[in-house]
């Protein structure tokens, strides 16, 4: 009895410290969305009120219908994010399941080279990124910010791990059925990933979607910048908009909250490389 009570006082301790973790956590994103309906003096006031005084929409209006490059920093990242994902999601899964399933020449050499590349801090690589881009002629291009971004060594390290672990029955079934190597990856193995790959797309979209530092190498044309970029122009040397960041922030939400909501059900799954159903 006392064993069953020591373990009821821990589950509720344990819940209590995470919904107070969680309240701390939304505080700033509800104080961020109440902001996105308040003017600008009302928020360089100082008050910390969750309800707007005036309530408005105005700043929705004007980065939609007054800053004419806001459209095209939505759709920039969108594009950039969608085309990213999607890439990776093929490229990484090849490459994983190809060290974890083919016995090539050079397979370990390649999977250590892998590894290699997952011990480089990525921010050692912008400047030999510039140049190479440079040199291809794509600064201020989509290629420029999609191609270096197509394939994550951390993901293809991810796969193989999960690959590993994929039950070589259903591979031997489905080449008894006459399936080949490229029609067992794509008709039977991919499948059966989907929790794996689920977890792979929320984090290299997030990834994309929130990436500050290579569009603001890459991009000196405001047209090309992407939605972090653009909201940094809300910010000026002698005031800051904060009612029209906060509102743009909100939309920078969105999409990335859709992924998550939509790919949420594959994400424990994932993240734990389970193997087939």
């Given amino acids: 009895m ?3 009570k020591g373990r009821q006082s821990k589950g509720v301790l344990l819940y209590v410290i995470l919904i107070f973790y969680a309240v701390i956590t939304l505080i700033p994103f509800l104080w961020a969305l109440s902001s ?5 003096g009302e928020i360089v006031s100082g008050s910390m009120s969750f309800i707007p005084q005036k309530f408005t929409f105005e700043n929705y209006k004007t980065i939609f219908l007054q800053e004419p490059l806001f459209s095209r920093w939505l759709f920039n990242s969108v594009l950039v994010a969608s085309i990213v994902t999607c890439f990776n999601l093929l490229f990484n899964s090849m490459s994983g399941y190809a060290l974890a399933r083919i016995d090539f020449k050079g397979n370990k050499f390649w999977f250590f080279i892998v590894l290699a590349v997952l011990m480089i801090p990525g921010q050692i690589t912008i400047i030999p990124l510039y140049l190479i881009i440079k040199e291809l002629g794509w600064l201020n291009s989509y290629e420029g910010i999609i191609v270096p971004g197509l394939v994550s ?3 293809i390290f991810m796969m193989r791990q999960f690959f590993l672990s994929f039950p070589k029955e259903l591979e031997e079934a489905a080449e008894i059925d006459g399936l080949g190597r490229i029609g067992t990856f ?3 193995v991919m499948p059966l990933a989907k929790p ?3 977890a792979q797309a929320i984090f290299i979209f997030l990834g994309a979607w929130n990436d500050f530092l290579r569009p603001l ?10 939605l972090p970029l653009g909201l940094n122009t809300f910010k000026g040397q002698y005031i800051s908009f904060w009612n029209l960041i ?5 939309v920078f939400t969105i999409p990335a909250l859709l992924v998550y ?3 949420n059900r594959f994400f424990i799954k994932g993240v734990t490389f389970t193997g087939g159903k």
Avoid: H, P, Q
């Fill in 246 to 250: 906060m509102a743009a922030s909100m």
């Fill in 2 to 4: 006392n064993l069953s």
């Fill in 186 to 188: 794509f008709r039977v």
């Fill in 153 to 155: 060594a951390t993901f």
């Fill in 217 to 226: 190498i890459l991009m000196s044309d405001k047209s090309m910048f992407t």
């Fill in 261 to 263: 909501a939509f790919f």
């Fill in 36 to 40: 996105s309906f308040k003017t600008l």
């Fill in 196 to 198: 794996a790959l689920a």
